[in-house]
């Protein structure tokens, strides 16, 4: 059931008590107004080209960052990561990696990563379900923030390199405010 307020102050109509972005966006409904932990937008990242890390120093992940401005200084921000991740080696040493996620260039969160082969002959090795990173982050402002992720390896020995979105497996990140 449907309810319209009328009024000369131009209250907007809300629907079954769903509340639009068109509602925020007209100042009907304010994020003020709404609970703690409301999610107040939602952006998404997705990269679908293979990229590949050879290097010793934190590269950025083309496709995997995303800009949002917080609408009140008390904002989270919930960051999910998912990368489809595998390491090329011709040993059976382990492959180590670093993967960290950036606001505004700095770090904020990493993670190292070892990942053991188990065979001695070459080729690349799925890293299943360690390419996840989850994380809330309080930016305090209402300016535009950016966060990426970054991966590296920790040693380029025995020609190791890390394959990012392999055969065309995404890779996502998602970004959400939270009302706080």
């Given at each position: 059931?449907?309810l319209?307020?009328?009024?000369?102050?131009?209250?907007?109509?809300?629907q079954?008590?769903?509340v639009?972005?068109?509602?925020?966006?007209?100042?009907?409904?304010?994020s003020?107004?709404?609970?703690?932990?409301?999610?107040?937008?939602?952006?998404?990242?997705?990269?679908?080209?293979?990229?590949?890390?050879?290097?010793?120093?934190?590269?950025?992940?083309?496709?995997?960052?995303?800009n949002?401005?917080?609408?009140?200084?008390?904002?989270?921000?919930?960051?999910?990561?998912?990368?489809?991740?595998?390491?090329?080696?011709?040993?059976?040493?382990?492959?180590n990696?670093?993967?960290?996620?950036?606001?505004?260039?700095?770090?904020?969160v990493?993670k190292?990563?070892?990942?053991?082969a188990?065979?001695?002959?070459?080729?690349?090795?799925?890293?299943?379900?360690?390419?996840?990173?989850?994380?809330?982050?309080?930016?305090?402002?209402?300016?535009l923030?950016?966060?990426?992720?970054?991966?590296?390896?920790?040693?380029?020995?025995?020609?190791?390199?890390?394959?990012?979105?392999?055969?065309?497996?995404?890779?996502?990140?998602?970004?959400?405010e939270?009302?706080?």
């Open positions: 059931m449907a319209e307020l009328n009024g000369t102050t131009g209250v907007s109509l809300v079954d008590g769903v639009t972005a068109a509602d925020l966006a007209s100042g009907a409904i304010t003020a107004a709404l609970p703690t932990d409301s999610i107040l937008q939602v952006l998404t990242s997705v990269k679908s080209a293979e990229q590949l890390v050879q290097s010793t120093s934190y590269t950025t992940i083309t496709n995997l960052s995303t949002i401005t917080p609408s009140s200084t008390s904002s989270r921000i919930l960051i999910l990561v998912n990368l489809n991740l595998d390491v090329y080696q011709n040993s059976n040493a382990p492959s990696y670093l993967k960290r996620l950036t606001r505004n260039g700095t770090e904020i990493s190292n990563t070892d990942h053991y188990g065979t001695a002959s070459n080729g690349y090795r799925s890293l299943d379900g360690d390419g996840t990173m989850m994380f809330i982050d309080s930016p305090s402002t209402t300016s923030v950016s966060y990426a992720v970054q991966l590296r390896l920790t040693d380029t020995s025995s020609s190791r390199t890390a394959r990012v979105s392999n055969g065309g497996a995404d890779s996502t990140m998602i970004v959400m939270l009302a706080g």
